[in-house]
């Protein structure tokens, strides 16, 4: 089965920057889309960005939109979240997770494979 490994979390103050790394193995990255979810302390899971299979189309939630970027590199089997300006708000662990379409949405349904989550601090 596909695994996925998230990497890059850690503290940061708010302003500032992260850059997210999700490595996958075990299927034909390529062909599937890819997304990124987020949960925080007393919260329930929620959608943070999405991408297609050929990295054309991008969708975010409307709390990350013009901050967050994702992006994928196909060669490398790697999906990326860089993140800027950063709020306190956006402390939570990201989970990357990997998409039975080519083309996923929001929804944590429409993903069957899931990392392990990594943590994002940002401290005010």
């Known amino acids: 089965q596909v695994q996925l490994v998230e990497s890059g979390g850690g503290l940061v103050q708010a302003g500032g920057s992260l850059r997210l790394s999700c490595a996958a193995s075990?299927?034909?990255?390529?062909?599937?889309?890819m997304g990124w979810f987020r949960q925080a302390p007393g919260k329930e899971q929620e959608f943070v960005a999405a991408?297609?299979?050929?990295?054309?189309?991008?969708v975010y939630a409307d709390s990350v939109k013009g901050r967050f970027t994702i992006s994928r590199d196909n060669a490398k089997n790697t999906v990326y979240l860089q993140m800027n300006s950063l709020k306190p708000e956006d402390t939570a662990v990201y989970y990357c997770?990997?998409?039975?379409?080519?083309?996923?949405?929001?929804?944590?349904?429409?993903?069957?494979?899931w990392g392990q989550g990594t943590q994002v601090t940002v401290s005010s």
């Open positions: 997770a990997g998409a039975r379409t080519r083309v996923p949405g929001a929804k944590t349904y429409e993903y069957d494979y």
């Open positions: 075990g299927r034909t990255f390529s062909n599937y889309g």
């Open positions: 991408i297609s299979w050929s990295g054309v189309t991008t």
